[in-house]
T-cell receptor, first 110, second 116 residues
Framework: EDKVVQSPLSLVVHEGDTVTLNCSYE??????LLWYKQEKKAPTFLFML????IEKKSGRLSSILDKKELFSILNITATQTGDSAVYLC??????????FGRGTSLIVHP | GAVVSQHPSRVICKSGTSVKIECRSL??????MFWYRQFPKQSLMLMAT?????????EQGVEKDKFLINHASLTLSTLTVTSAHPEDSSFYIC????????????FGPGTRLTVL
């Protein structure tokens, strides 16, 4: 059974801090690792990672995958209150059906 | 980008009634749609995968007679919660995937179901 574990489960920081969210996975016939941001409604797509060691970047967010150690990290620099959300990580294997982790709840205080 | 809509966004119903939730891909054809359920502070739990024109594949522990899924066209899938009970109260989210090997899913905004 595929498994995705995220840590920490929750995180409280102040604006301007940098945070690192972790995601480890065990996925049969692994194809990709996906990160989503979920605010009050459904998740919005952030990144899809398929290759080890290649950083993907979007503004203050960046992510990287390590296929040898089976984990990924999501970094957010200079956090803002609008970054407050649950960040979900999902591993996708041969069926292309992602298995989601429980998410990391990030709260950014002004 | 690809847009997926869900209707209704919120529904309150009495115990024993049935509720239908629609999921539409607005600007692309979705060969596969997924239905998830999310309880408070929990992750997304896949309920079923539906492919256009064929029967849905349900995850273990999900009752197919209770959660009826129909994927009648390439842009519409429906989830009907039959004889709803208070324990079915949850946030239901659909997602749609385009054909081919593109495995990015586009999520709908979700439906909050409350069963009294």
């Amino acid at each position: 059974e595929d498994k995705v574990v995220q840590s920490p489960l929750s995180l409280v920081v102040h604006e301007g801090d940098t945070v690192t969210l972790n995601c480890s996975y065990e996925v049969t016939n692994f194809r990709s690792l996906l990160w989503y941001k979920q605010e009050k409604k459904a998740p919005t797509f952030l990144f899809m990672l398929t290759s080890s060691g290649i950083e993907k970047k979007s503004g203050r967010l960046s992510s990287i995958l390590d296929k040898k150690e089976l984990f990924s990290i999501l970094n957010i620099t200079a956090t803002q209150t609008g970054d407050s959300a649950v960040y979900l990580c999902a591993g996708s294997g041969g069926s292309y059906i992602p298995t989601f982790g429980r998410g990391t709840s990030l709260i950014v205080h002004p | 980008g690809a847009v997926v809509s869900q209707h209704p966004s919120r529904v309150i119903c009495k115990s024993g009634t049935s509720v239908k939730i629609e999921c539409r891909s607005l600007d692309f054809q979705a060969t596969t749609m997924f239905w998830y359920r999310q309880f408070p502070k929990q992750s997304l739990m896949l309920m079923a995968t539906s492919n256009e024109g064929s029967k849905a594949t349900y995850e273990q522990g999900v009752e197919k007679d209770k959660f009826l899924i129909n994927h009648a066209s390439l842009t519409l899938s429906t989830l009907t919660v039959t004889s709803a009970h208070p324990e079915d109260s949850s946030f239901y989210i659909c997602s749609a995937r385009r054909g081919g090997y593109d495995n990015e899913q586009f999520f709908g905004p979700g439906t909050r179901l409350t069963v009294l």
